[in-house]
Each structure stands twice: as C-alpha cells, then as structure tokens.
C-alpha cells in the first residue's frame, strides 16, 4: 500500500497552494472587511485559473474539464480550502451533479459552466426542511408541458453570483413499504425567470462575502424539459451528489485547519515569555502535538474516503460520512486551541485565526449535520446485523 503522491499530485498540491497564497491571501481583508467580492476581481480570479489551466477540475476531459481523478481532486480542495470561501468559489468547479443533464441541457448549462461562462448553484434546503429532505413543501405541478412552481428555498450558497439554479423540488408523492413518500424532481432554472425571485439570505457569522440566499417561487413557470435526469429521480441524484460535496467539506476542513497550526507553530516558535520561546513549555507544545494528530488523522481518513470513492468500494459512504465528521469537528478544536496559543492577538482581525475560527462552526452544519453523519455510520455497521 503506497501512501505517497505522485509527482503530479504533489505538482497540483504545490501550484494550488502558491497560487492560493499569493492570489487569494491578499483580497481576504477587503472580503472580511466589506462582505463582498466585486465583481471585477470574481472574473479576475476566473481568468487566472483558467489561465493557469485548472478551471473545471472535477469535469470530464471529454467535456472539457480536467478530469482528476477523486483523490487528486480531493487534493486540490484542500489546499484551495485554506483561503476565503468567497474567493474560492471562483476557482470554478461546477456542481457534479450536472453530469445528468441530457444533450441539450449539456450545451446551456453544463459546457457553459465547464468553459466559465456560467455559475450554479444548487437549491435543496427550506425553512421547514432541512436533513428531513422529503419534508420540503416548495411543490411543482404539471399544466401541459410546464410545470408551476410554489414555495421558498433557504440557505442558497453564492446564488447571489450564480447564473442558473439547480433546485429540488417535491412534484407529488409515491406509496413505499413505509407510507406514502415525496417524489424529488430536480429543475434547472435561469436566473431571471418569472415568478422566481432572488433575496438576500441571513447575515452569517461563518463565510463572510459568501453568501446564502432565499429563493421564493410564485407560479414559477417551467418547461419540462429543464428537468434534470428523470421526473421523481431527484432524491437518488441527490444521495450521489451529496457524497462529492461531504467530501470537499472534508477537505476544506484539513486544509484550514493546516493553515491553523501553520499560524500556531510560527507564533510557538518566534513569541518569548519568561526568557523563553513559549513552544518550549509543554503547555503550548502538547496542545501543538495534539493538533498535528488530530489534523493528520483527518487527512488520512479524508484520503482515503476520496480513495474508497473513485473505486467504487461498498463502503465508500461511510468513510464519507466519517471524514466529514470527524474533519469538521477537528476544525473546530484545533483552531480554537491555535487563538489559545496566540492569546487575545488571536481574536483580532489582523490574523487570520479568527475567521477561521468563526468558519469552522457551520461546517458541522451543512452539507449534513454531525447527527447526520453519525446516523449513516451506524445505520452502515448495524443494517447487516438485522439491527
């Protein structure tokens, strides 16, 4: 078993990084500062990337994407996951889950997105419908060849930027062994249809200048032919795509939290107390220790889930589901332990760490909860119990 990366991955690993320092480090305060991203510096970003050839990753080659493999891309996540996620969600990496669109939906919505010309985003949760995904009550009904969209989504990442929605919709209901269920159909929808409006989200103390948003449908009309993959086949399109998106959580939480001890071992090494560098008491240098482990441990597992992943192993979503939790979770103890070691200059703007900080807190949220990730780990070890 071969631990190491290739040269290739390290080559990506290493331009990654550089360009995320000395593109993306320098515009985090005006992000911070103002809560927004100009539009000027989005296509400047955009321009960058392409340029540099990475626009795209996740894609197909054949459709003029990248075409890494997951564990390389999982990679690539990482180190991108280090800046403002404001900033980094132009470094374009459309939503996977636009692989379903038929040909013609291929041509408006998933090669435009390849090329940069187009944004997405996606559109599951409500107000009242958040892990429980078959609760949603936004409904869509059928009148000829449209459909007519009633209802309100929440928590709309980068909306305000996007050029198209991917939302889920509930389009009536089937009998299961358990009862009547929701049928989930998803819909691809331009920015500027009629009867769809875009409002700004909640202010949000994780993420500034990335921003969620609220989608209100009011007799939205749409031609069944924005409908991605098959009428009903939402939920099953969902489960797929969600294992991609936990994943990246995963990896944006290594990497931050590499950022972290970057920042926490620095500080060890350079601040003096008591006539001495304060890395050298053990109060300091253990909790540096008990970082490095725990931020290690998540690179491992999140390796290999992304590993898991690309061959198709039969426990690929647990292993998932067990790098997005315990990654996320790590995040949040190993910054909170780096402004410990700083002391009060942690808690100030002028470092990074707070942000950080403040970041990690969500994403033990999104994406799926910790109680969540739990359930499919526990469902995983005892359904072949009978349990």
Known sequence: MDFGLSEEQQLIVRTVRDFVEKELYPL??????????RPEVGKD???????????APNMPAEYGGGGLDRVTFTLLERELGR???ALGVFWGRPSEILSACNDEQKERYLFPSIRGEKIDALAMSEPDAGSDVRGMTCTARPDGDDWIINGTKHFISHADV????IVFIATGEEQSKHGPKKRITGFLIDRGTPGMEVQPGYRSVSHRGYHNCILA???CRVSSKQILGAEGSGFDELNTWLRGT???VAATCVGRARRAIDLALRHAAERKQFGQQIGKFQGVSFQLADMQVEVDAADYLMLAAAWALENERPDANRLI????LFASEMLARVTDRAIQIFGGMGLMDELPLERLWRDARVERIWDGTSEIQRHIISRDLLRPLGA
């Open 28 to 37: 985090e305060p005006e992000v911070e500062r103002t809560g927004i991203v």
């Open 45 to 55: 970003i955009q321009r960058k990337v392409q340029k540099l050839g990475f626009y």
């Open 83 to 85: 800046a403002s996620m």
């Open 162 to 165: 996007a050029d198209f929605m």
């Open 217 to 219: 449908f009011d007799n």
């Open 246 to 248: 936990r994943l990246t």
């Open 321 to 324: 589901s067990e790098a997005k």
